[in-house]
Every structure is written in structure tokens, then in C-alpha cells.
């Protein structure tokens, strides 16, 4: 299955860190169609499946066979008798009205799933990824990634992988399993080209398709000027620093650091697509123009002489930018 190279996150529909409107989570699908993006990926995890509710909704205007739609598994959403005024603890802005529970069987992928398609008001996903198996490796081998490759031969879904904010487990799920993607946070940016290692070579071997998310290493890529925010959790001074002299190096080529962050993965021949959040229809067409920009080879090349960027990263090879 072939991925757009731009598709929308949609853990921002969900209310990560501030809550949204539900007409502006609205307008934000729409625009994101209106800019000519058809891959959508949302999570049961993304506002306690309100992400999933609004995705749906807006995409119910469109035709089903004109985008492609990706979920995940791994958190069984269940009822919660919340106090009054509770509110999830898991970085959302929504009421504690669920509880997320763990299971990597193949019972909790198919209840999942199920409940997915309702909150999404489709009768199926095109994608579904084994979500945040962490602290969960054995269960996910002996049950969610046998359970999805059942349900691909079957043709309930037509392409499975996983979703993981690190490299070397999802390179280990790569190696045991024929995977179709594998949708990787934050560890081929700016900052931290970790799947170098190991993962992206080895799904180019494998012919398995990368989507890179957490481009921006949870803000500090985000601005021209580096934002404080590293992965959730306030950035270390010594990252910190780093950012702010990629960011003048950046600014000698005439290009902005969010720009140099988002091209930055697609320029591995591994990786298909990128996918982005907005919290509201401009922040789309900004990170669609970022997407758009022209980067200067040399800039690649100057980040590499400057000890910023491993030699090893595809862009320094001839030709630059795809």
C-alpha cells in the first residue's frame, strides 16, 4: 500500500496538552483535505478515542475509497465511573470518562479494532499498527502481530505494522514478522538519527515502508527559534544548544529550522510518508508550505562538517534533497 508523503496525526483532534472545539477539529480535517491530503492516522489513545470520533466525523463527507485511514491497538478503552471535574492524566483535555488498559491479545486486538470502526464510523481501516508495545514485547509477539497478520490474510485490513516513539524494538518486530510499515517517532530528526542504527536500513532491505512522525521532537524543532520541549519533557540545556546551532546554520542557507526538520526523513529512500499534527486548519497549511520548501543540499552538508548531523544520513548523498 502506498502512502501519501504527507498524511495528518491526529492526536491534536484528541486534545493533546489543550483542548480544541469540535468544529475546529472539523475545519482542520477539511482543510487538510483541501490541501490535498488523503492519509489520516489517528489512535483509541488520542483523547480516549474522542480523536477517533472526530476524524470520522469529518471524513464521513468524503468518499471512503478516495483516502487512507490507520489506527492502532494495544489500549482497550474501558468505561470509567469519573469523579466530577476528573480529567485523563495521559496529556489530553478530556474527561476521565475511560480508562486505557493494555492487551496485546488477540481478543484485545480484535475488541480494539471493533470498537475503532464505530468511533470512526467506517466499516474498515486501510492500516492498523501495534501500538506502544514497550513493556509489552512477549505479549505483542504471541498475540497482536499474529492477530494482525490473520486479519490481513483475511482482507479485513490491508496493511499492518507498528507505532513506536524508539528504533531497535520495532527493527526486532521487523526481523520476526512481515510487516507492511512501521510508523517511527522521533528518532529520525534533527536531533536524533538513532534509527540509523539499525531500523531504517533494515526495512529497506525488507521492502518494509517507514512513516516518520515526531518530527519535530515535540516542539523544539518546531519554531525558528528552538522551543524548550524535547519529547514530552523539557529539553536539556546541551540539546538545547545543539538546536539553536542547527538553527544558525540554517538560517545561513535562508531555510527555518521547522522547515530542515520536516524535510530531514524524507530524504531516506526507507521512508514513504511523514505525518503531522494540527490543532487547527492553519497550522495545517503552514506544515503543508514547510513541506513544500526547497532545502539546499549544502545545508546537509554543512550540518554533517559542523559534528550536527551523522555522516551516514541519506541526504548527504549526492543529490540532496529528493
Excluded at 488498559?101 to 492498523?128: K, P, Q, T
Excluded at 502481530?145 to 505494522?161: C, D, H, K, N, S
Excluded at 524494538?169 to 522521533?186: I, K
Excluded at 530524504?267 to 492553519?282: F, K, N, R, W, Y
Aim: hydrophobic share 45%.
Amino acid at each position: 500500500m502506498d502512502l501519501p508523503p504527507l498524511g495528518l496525526g491526529g492526536a491534536q483532534l484528541g486534545n493533546l496538552y489543550h483542548a480544541i472545539s469540535a468544529e475546529t477539529a472539523e475545519a482542520t480535517v477539511r482543510r487538510a483535505w483541501d490541501e490535498g491530503i488523503r492519509y489520516f492516522d489517528t489512535a483509541p489513545h488520542y483523547g480516549l478515542g474522542l480523536s477517533e470520533r472526530r476524524l470520522g466525523a469529518a471524513l464521513s463527507a468524503y468518499p471512503r475509497d478516495e483516502y487512507l485511514l490507520s489506527t492502532k491497538v494495544g489500549r482497550v478503552l474501558r468505561p470509567h465511573a469519573a469523579e466530577p471535574g476528573e480529567r485523563d492524566d495521559q496529556g489530553f483535555d478530556v474527561p476521565a470518562t475511560y480508562r486505557r488498559h493494555w492487551d496485546f491479545s488477540r481478543s484485545g486486538v480484535v475488541r480494539s479494532l471493533e470498537d475503532s470502526l464505530v468511533r470512526l464510523g467506517v466499516d474498515h481501516v486501510d492500516l492498523v499498527y501495534v501500538h506502544d508495545p514497550d513493556d509489552h514485547f512477549t505479549e505483542a509477539v504471541s498475540g497482536a502481530f499474529p492477530a494482525l497478520l490473520e486479519l490481513r490474510a483475511q482482507g479485513v485490513v490491508r496493511a499492518i505494522g507498528v507505532g513506536m516513539n524508539q528504533a531497535p524494538m520495532p527493527a526486532e518486530f521487523v526481523r520476526r514478522f512481515d510487516l507492511d510499515h512501521v510508523l517511527m517517532a522521533g528518532r529520525y530528526t534533527l536531533l536524533d538519527q538513532s534509527a540509523l542504527d539499525e531500523l531504517l536500513p533494515l526495512c529497506l532491505e525488507r521492502g518494509v515502508g517507514v512513516v516518520a512522525g515526531g518530527v519535530f521532537n515535540g516542539g523544539i524543532l518546531a519554531t525558528a527559534e528552538p522551543g524548550g520541549m524535547y519529547d514530552y519533557a523539557a529539553a536539556p540545556a546541551g540539546l538545547l544548544r545543539k538546536a539553536q546551532r542547527i538553527a544558525e546554520i540554517c538560517a545561513w542557507h535562508g531555510v527555518q529550522l521547522p522547515d530542515a526538520a520536516l524535510a530531514l526523513p524524507g530524504t531516506h529512500p526507507a521512508v514513504h510518508s511523514v505525518v503531522l499534527g494540527a490543532h487547527d486548519a492553519g497550522q495545517v497549511s503552514v506544515n503543508v508550505a514547510r513541506a513544500a520548501a526547497e532545502i539546499p543540499a549544502g545545508l546537509w552538508h554543512d550540518l554533517v562538517d559542523a559534528g550536527l548531523l551523522r555522516a551516514e544520513a541519506a541526504v548527504v548523498s549526492p543529490g540532496g534533497t529528493p
